[in-house]
């Protein structure tokens, strides 16, 4: 499955330091969430976080080729 686009091919670093960021942003949100019972935000803030980190794991892999 091809997901690059544009923003990607242009600055690597960039991009996986930034979708890195957002994914800890988005697990502390997540956090944030439980504490206050929003378990259905929560889970979607975690899904958001893990499809941060899993992009940013395919584009370095891409990288290092």
């Keep these: 499955m ?3 686009t544009g923003f990607d091919r242009r ?3 960039g ?3 930034t979708r890195v960021l957002v ?3 988005l697990l502390v949100l997540t956090g944030i969430l ?3 019972g929003h378990r259905g935000w929560a889970l979607l ?3 958001g976080a893990v ?3 899993v992009l ?3 584009i370095s892999r891409r990288r290092m080729r």
């Design 51 to 53: 499809a941060n980190i």
């Design 2 to 4: 091809n997901m690059v």
């Design 34 to 36: 439980l504490v206050f």
């Design 23 to 25: 994914s800890g942003w």
């Design 45 to 47: 803030t975690l899904a």
């Design 56 to 58: 940013a794991n395919r």
């Design 11 to 13: 600055h690597p670093r």
């Design 15 to 17: 991009v996986i330091l």
